[in-house]
Every structure is written in structure tokens, then in C-alpha cells.
């Protein structure tokens, strides 16, 4: 079973719209997440962590954490073209060394 | 982004070569990274240290071969590479470990190809 799992995409959004990418994690016990974009030919860029179950807010993103039922998922409102990229979710399961990262989710967004 | 560099860039070796990654963090972080990124795949930790000690080495070849000489620096020895190396080697560092929020923060990366 894979550590973090995500859709591949493409996702496709008009301009203005909201786009929502899921992750979700197998270690019950996982303590920290992260959401990164990459464009292509670049390395990561971290967007935002969360720690807390809940929203975090961020500008025009939002993460939602719930640990319940193992996802974390990013709201991007407004999407610009410049969102379009690939977006990793990343996950420390137990406070250590440890990151596991998802293939990541490739979002277009249309003008 | 300058807080955490890497050179070279681009980088071609043969199978019969040796050379070296180099990265720098100027972030004022204890642990640094090496990651593996090839296509279609998750990124691929490959070695850990924290706190200058490694601390985490994921059944990476030993034709790797990792060396911290100080928290800010981190190399990447490399020597009789596969063609199945060529990836793209990415660098990060965090916090320690229980010394608050550790994001990572990656560096440009290093472009591998190796013939």
C-alpha cells in the first residue's frame, strides 16, 4: 500500500474557478502535511503545512486536514494560469526524518 | 529562492566517472536532505542528516555516497553511475526533528543524466 496516494490528473479548471486536490495517507498516526506546487522543470515549492484538523487558510488556498479519515486535501479559489502546475502532497508520519511524498496531481487551469 | 542552493545544475557523466553534488542552505536549518525525483514517481528520500549525524540512508546504492561536513553543507559523492540514475537530485532542508515546524524547503535541483 502506498504511503500517500493522489490522483495524477490532469485536472482541468476554467479560470476563476475553485480547484480541489485530494491526498490521502495510510499511517493512522501521521502528524504533519504539507502541500507543495512544482512547475514543470523545477523542484518543489511549499504552499502551506497543516497540523490541526481543520481549515487553514492562506490567500486563495486553503487546506483541510482530517485525520479521521486520512485526507488532506488544498482549495485553490480564483485559479490564475500560473496555478497550473502539479501539486505534491507530502506527509511526516511520526514527527521524525521521515517524509513521504504522493506521484503528485497535475492541474491546468484554462483561461 | 536562495535559501537553499545546488550546483552544478546540469550534470552529465559516463558510467566510469566520478563527481560530486554540492548544496547549501542559508536558512539557519539543522537537517538537510537528498531526494531522487524521476518521472511518474514519488520523490524518493535518500538520505537524511540531522543535526550533522545521517540519520536516515533508504537502501540507496553505495555508489551514493553522502557527506555533511558542517549544517549548512551537503554532498552528494557520486562514481560507476547506471543509466538508470539520470534523475533529477533534489536537496532540502527543515528544522530538526521536535525543534518546532520542520517544512522542508528544497533547492533548484541538479539535473543527472548519466551515458
Redesign the interface.
Known amino acids: 500500500q502506498?504511503e500517500?496516494e493522489q490522483n495524477s490528473g490532469p485536472l482541468s479548471v476554467p479560470e476563476g474557478a475553485i480547484a480541489s486536490l485530494n491526498c490521502t495517507y495510510s499511517d493512522r498516526g501521521s502528524q504533519?502535511f504539507?502541500w507543495?506546487r512544482q512547475y514543470s522543470g523545477?523542484?518543489?515549492?511549499?504552499i502551506m503545512?497543516i497540523?490541526s484538523n481543520g481549515d487553514k487558510e492562506d490567500g486563495r488556498f486553503t487546506a483541510q486536514l482530517n485525520k479521521a479519515s486520512q485526507y488532506v486535501s488544498l482549495l485553490i479559489r480564483d485559479s490564475q494560469p500560473s496555478d497550473s502546475a502539479t501539486y505534491?502532497c507530502?506527509v511526516?508520519p511520526g514527527?521524525?526524518?521521515?517524509?513521504?511524498?504522493?506521484?503528485?496531481t497535475s492541474l491546468t487551469v484554462i483561461p | 529562492?536562495t535559501g537553499v542552493t545546488q550546483t552544478p545544475r546540469h550534470l552529465v557523466m559516463g558510467m566510469t566517472n566520478k563527481k560530486s553534488l554540492k548544496c547549501e542552505q542559508h536558512l539557519g536549518h539543522n537537517?538537510m536532505?537528498w531526494y531522487k525525483q524521476s518521472a511518474?514517481?514519488?520523490?524518493e528520500?535518500m538520505f537524511?542528516y540531522?543535526l550533522e549525524e545521517r540519520?536516515?540512508n533508504n537502501s540507496v546504492p553505495s555508489r551514493f555516497s553522502p557527506e555533511c561536513p558542517n549544517s549548512s553543507h551537503l554532498f552528494l559523492h557520486l562514481h560507476t553511475l547506471q543509466p538508470e540514475d539520470s534523475a533529477?537530485y533534489?536537496c532540502a532542508s527543515s528544522r530538526?526533528?521536535?525543534r518546532g515546524?520542520?517544512?522542508?524547503?528544497?533547492?533548484?535541483?541538479t539535473r543527472l543524466t548519466v551515458t
Do not use: I, R
Not at chain 1, 42 to 46: F, G, M, N, V
Not at chain 2, 40 to 43: G, M, R, S
Not at chain 2, 101 to 109: A, M, S, T, V
Open positions: 502506498k500517500v504533519s504539507f507543495y523545477k523542484s518543489p515549492e511549499l503545512s497540523y505534491l507530502a511526516n514527527g521524525g526524518n521521515q517524509f513521504y511524498f504522493g506521484t503528485g | 529562492e537537517a536532505y511518474k514517481k514519488p520523490l528520500l537524511v540531522s540519520v536516515e533529477l533534489l530538526a526533528p521536535g515546524d520542520y517544512e522542508q524547503y528544497f533547492g533548484p535541483g
